[in-house]
């Protein structure tokens, strides 16, 4: 079995960082950048509760600490769009990841498709009951299935897409206040990223995109995520 | 996707014990003349094959074609010969059990663990309430369950298994499917030969009645081996799907 100690006992420091970005290399970084990033990719409640983490600029300039549960997320999300550094951040943070207790591909993608399954068929009752009292029913399956899906299946990034889509829905009962054709695009944008074989930090974003294209808000509340940075240097 | 593998199939057939069988016994098994090997002791007559796997058991109240073999063409001659043989030559006209049952393995190229966690999500309840009352992590499970489907009944079995627990599991027919000269060889060599890790499916089909007729015994043989592979074969898909339905 999987030794799942390493979780609490990696250095992670030190440890996810690629020797190119250590010490003075992320000098250039714009801190306010990764805070909006960060702030974009991780935004529900749950998450806060579920995965505390923090981040610091240190003297040296570099991520000094991240705990939590979503190692593979966390790290991989507070890497500047365009900065070139993403592939870097995150195959290291999944070099981390692996010690503690991850899942193999595959298993995320056959879970993946068995939850997304069943989310599909209750978009598709929603579509057909929308402003009837049936479609409570099938959204509140829908909305339980995807915390299932979050609860089981942590370190498959496709989650982050379900989440972004989750708190649109359940953020003051927002479900009831799309149309069936928003649902529409709801069900092809997961309809067609569930198949993807490797989901990157990129593709969630490009779908989370496109709930927000299609006027679903996936950031419907603030965020309370401490970030500190260290004054010394600046 | 893997597919399910026969390792093991059993077919029997029950029936009331007359005392007639004691003389019939060993003119019944004479007719099955393929079986090269066979021993016998007062209540039955046991006809082997060690190059093919596979043997025949003829008793006082049953008999039971067992093949440790994926060779499933073999498997329906083999039946047949014996359905055709034995109720005549034994002056069986009623029966009182029909059996067929198969032990598969699904090779599955991904750890335990991770093996564990698909059969949980999808063999058991998700329920969010059950899941609070349970420890967080399933380390191993089984999955058992008896059906009925008049006037069919099941016993099947579903569960991850490691390399080693697999002789435990399939229960190769040592003693009546491997050469006695290099039987400790050969059974090695098949064990070493086990996926490293796989999906053990034990489905065992059978029908049951005071007055079964011969008749019957084919069309339940037909109909067992349609159901059992189309379970097999539904499970695995059902297991491993990673296509969405249209």
């Not at chain 1, 299946?153 to 496709?158: I, K, M, N």
């Given at each position: 079995m999987t030794d799942t100690s390493a979780r609490t006992e990696t250095n992670l420091t030190e440890a996810f960082l690629p020797e190119g970005l250590r010490g003075q290399e992320l000098e250039h970084l714009n801190w306010d950048e990764y805070k909006r990033e960060i702030t974009t990719r991780r935004p529900t409640g749950q998450e806060e509760k579920e995965a505390k983490w923090q981040i610091t600029r240190g003297q040296t300039g570099y991520i000094e600490e991240v705990e939590g549960e979503r190692l593979s997320t966390s790290i991989a999300t507070v890497v500047p769009i365009g900065s070139g550094l993403e592939k870097q951040f995150i195959q290291t943070s999944e070099e981390v990841v692996e010690t503690v207790d991850r899942a193999e591909p595959q298993v995320n993608h056959i879970l993946r498709v068995h939850f997304i399954s069943q989310i599909l068929t209750d978009l598709r009752q929603i579509q057909k009951y929308i402003s009837k009292p049936e479609a409570a029913i099938y959204a509140d399956s829908l909305l339980l299935t995807m915390r299932t899906m979050d609860e089981i299946?942590?370190?498959?990034?496709?989650i982050e897409i379900v989440m972004a889509f989750h708190d649109a829905l359940a953020y003051k009962n927002n479900w009831n206040k799309y149309s069936p054709d928003q649902y529409e695009g709801a069900y092809q944008i997961l309809k067609e990223f569930v198949q993807k074989q490797n989901i990157s930090s990129d593709t969630v974003e490009k779908a989370i995109m496109r709930f927000e294209k299609l006027g679903f808000e996936t950031t419907p509340f603030d965020l309370d995520m401490e970030f500190k940075v260290d004054s010394e240097k600046d | 996707m893997e597919k399910p593998v026969p390792y093991k199939t059993i077919f029997q057939i029950n029936y009331k014990p007359e005392l007639k069988f004691y003389d019939l016994l060993i003119p019944s098994a004479q007719r099955l003349d393929e079986y090269p090997h066979w021993r016998t002791d007062v209540r039955t007559v046991i006809l082997r094959d060690y190059d093919k796997h596979c043997s025949i058991i003829i008793g006082h109240k049953s008999f039971a074609y067992e093949q440790d073999s994926e060779d499933t063409d073999m498997e329906i001659k083999y039946i047949q010969r014996a359905l055709e043989e034995l109720p005549s030559s034994l002056q069986i006209e009623i029966f009182n059990r029909f059996g067929y049952r198969r032990k598969y393995l699904i090779n599955v190229k991904m750890s335990f663990e991770s093996l564990v966690s698909i059969l949980h999500v999808k063999l058991f309840s998700q329920d969010a309430k059950l899941r609070n009352i349970l420890p967080p992590h399933v380390e191993d499970l089984m999955y058992r369950l008896d059906f009925s489907d008049k006037p069919y009944r099941y016993h099947v079995t579903v569960g991850p298994v490691h390399k080693a627990e697999m002789p435990r599991y399939i229960n190769y027919n040592l003693e009546n499917h491997l050469d006695p000269q290099v039987r400790e060889e050969e059974y090695k060599k098949i064990i070493e030969n086990y996926p490293k890790v796989a999906v053990f499916i034990d489905i065992d089909f059978y029908q049951e009645g005071d007055k079964l007729k011969k008749d019957e015994s084919t069309s339940f043989l037909k109909t067992a081996r349609a159901k059992i592979n189309e379970f097999a074969n539904d499970l695995t898909e059902y297991l491993f799907n990673i296509e969405l339905e249209a």
């Open positions: 299946s942590p370190f498959d990034p496709f | -």
